[in-house]
């Protein structure tokens, strides 16, 4: 078998069996590709590799200066690789099953503080009832002040996020249904200010989108006031009709192009807008970072790490034990507060 047959086999697996997203095969398909290729330069596919093989691989992605994180994340892919073609026939031994990955340490997540949370809320919601404002600068307002609420109300992927549906804005429930990795779906309870920031950005969007329903963008005030002062000029034959209203979008979150849905990208950078407007250095936060201040304020006002593990979606609790390094400061309050000892 062709080391690129092998490869579009295992990723037609995932997609299918495990429900993989796009950016998940496209991360596998990258990873996987660098190791094809090296092993084609050594005459080997991923069918006849051995684990000396294997081996030089490692050693050639240390050599070019990849992190551990990075060799280990594509070790892992190449394992999974051996592992479903040895599964499926392909291969009479895994070659990877004996090798250890590159050590890795592990750093613990950024974290933002619960008033510097508030301050980027507070930021990302001021001039939404300013009339002063231009218009375009109060929707953008409003899609970032319900984006930001979401996210730390619900500890959502921003993937997640981003790809919500429009009707989620309609839910007259306390909890919206999240579709996560895999496409396992779970409950995201909703706070009174998340729900609040749906109702004032679907009121938003709704209001630009009336004036479009001819299908011609708003004018400007001083165009407005200019077209009301002339006179129309007189028309010849039969009235033309207005274009169709263009389709209201499916997504909560529509791109600020023609369809789609706003990018992961195009929020991270306005988020890191508004983080310099609050006094925040912009290198400090991400979407994700905002993920992990959702679960570390939880934990460390007392709620459960199997909770914290559901409402992130996470399929193993391990994946979830980053954040115990609060549960330990917890403990060590505790004790220093409660212990008879520890008061004298």
């Known amino acids: 078998m062709r080391a ?49 093989a294997v081996r030089r691989w490692i050693a050639d992605l240390h050599e070019r200066g990849l992190k551990a994180s990075s060799a280990a994340r594509r070790l892992s892919a190449a394992r999974q690789l051996h592992k479903f073609l040895y599964s499926e026939g392909e291969r009479a031994d895994d070659p990877t099953i004996a090798i250890d990955g590159p050590k890795l340490g592990r750093p613990l997540p950024k974290v933002l503080s619960i008033a510097e949370v508030d301050r980027l809320l507070a930021t990302a919601r001021e001039g939404l009832g300013d009339p002063g404002r231009p218009r375009l600068a109060r929707l953008r307002a409003a899609r970032m002040s319900c984006l930001l609420e979401l996210l730390y109300a619900t500890g959502m992927r921003v993937s997640e996020l981003v790809s919500l549906p429009a009707s989620a804005a ?100 306005d988020l890191k807008d508004v983080a310099a407007a609050a006094g925040i250095d912009p290198a400090r936060i991400s979407p994700h970072v905002l993920r992990h201040a959702f679960a570390s304020h939880l934990l460390h006002n007392g709620a459960d790490l199997r909770i914290v593990q559901e409402l992130l979606g996470h399929a193993d609790i391990a994946t979830t034990q980053i954040y115990t390094h609060i549960l330990d400061e917890r403990l060590k309050s505790v004790v220093r507060d409660l212990h008879p000892l520890a008061r004298g």
């Open 4 to 52: 690129d047959a092998a490869v579009d086999l295992f990723l037609d697996m995932l997609a299918s069996e495990r429900g993989a997203a796009a950016n998940t095969l496209d991360a596998y398909r990258r990873d996987l590709d660098d190791y094809t290729e090296f092993l084609a330069g050594e005459g080997l596919s991923p069918v006849d590799a051995d684990a000396s």
């Open 170 to 269: 309609n839910t007259r429930e306390r909890f919206l249904v999240v579709t996560g990795k895999g496409r396992k779906e779970r409950l995201a309870p909703l706070t009174d200010a998340a729900r609040a920031a749906m109702q004032r950005w679907r009121e938003a969007a709704q209001e630009a989108a009336a004036p479009q329903a001819s299908g011609a963008p708003p004018d400007p005030p001083q165009a407005a006031e200019n077209a009301a002062a002339e006179k129309p000029a007189p028309r010849r034959g039969r009235p033309r009709k207005p274009p169709a209203p263009a389709p209201a979008s499916p997504w909560l979150f529509p791109s600020d192009s023609a369809s789609g849905h706003l990018t992961r990208q195009a929020f991270a950078r």
